[in-house]
């Protein structure tokens, strides 16, 4: 059974990540929560222990042209399917966190707070977590004027105050409202 999550569905800037894992039934992972909840230093220390012990995963992404092409949500649909892809495993069955699902091969069962519920949605809500976040980290090194390291390319007050100031940057989602409005301001 694979665990299915995303991360990255509500900022204006990046790609949506997704993860899919297989856990190891021998090797239980202590500490597995929905990545929300945990610190950033404990959801580094699972990803860790994850990569070691899981039987395998995948981690995948949708790029900003996809998620301006296509909209967010298909977008993150055809991120989990890279995921799931992605296996070296396949699993006989795939439980997606939330209550969308995409279309796989494989047996889809969706479950509204799995992230909370199943250890194997856990695990990928933090891998996913984990690499969206060192995508903003990687941004914030690059042009640290955006504030990514902060705000995580959420909609904060922070976040459109330099939108406003500087315009968007080439990672901006261009389909979503508050970056439509910060071009719009710049013509």
Not at 32 to 43: G, Q
Not at 69 to 74: E, S, V
Request: net charge positive; aromatic share 4%; hydrophobic share 45%.
């Amino acid at each position: 059974m694979a665990g299915v999550d995303e991360a990255g569905r509500g900022p204006l800037a990046g790609p949506v990540v997704a993860a899919a894992v297989i856990l190891d039934p021998d090797h239980p992972i202590e500490g597995l929560a929905d990545s929300k909840v945990l610190t950033a230093r404990k959801r580094e220390r699972l990803a860790e222990a994850i990569r070691a012990y899981a039987l395998c995963v995948s981690v995948a992404e949708a790029s900003v042209e996809e998620i301006d092409r296509l909209n967010i949500l298909q977008a993150t649909l055809l991120a989990m399917q890279r995921a799931v892809r992605g296996l070296r495993l396949k699993p006989g069955l795939v439980w997606v966190d939330g209550n969308r699902a995409p279309v796989l091969e494989q047996p889809v069962r969706t479950i509204v707070k799995g992230d909370a519920l199943v250890p194997a949605i856990s695990a990928a809500s933090i891998l996913a977590k984990v690499q969206r976040d060192a995508w903003c980290l990687q941004v914030h090194e690059q042009h640290p004027e955006y504030g990514f390291a902060g705000h995580k390319g959420y909609p904060t007050a922070e976040h459109l105050e330099v939108l406003r100031r500087l315009g968007p940057g080439p990672w901006h989602r261009r389909s979503f409202a508050p970056v439509r409005e910060a071009l719009g301001v710049l013509r």
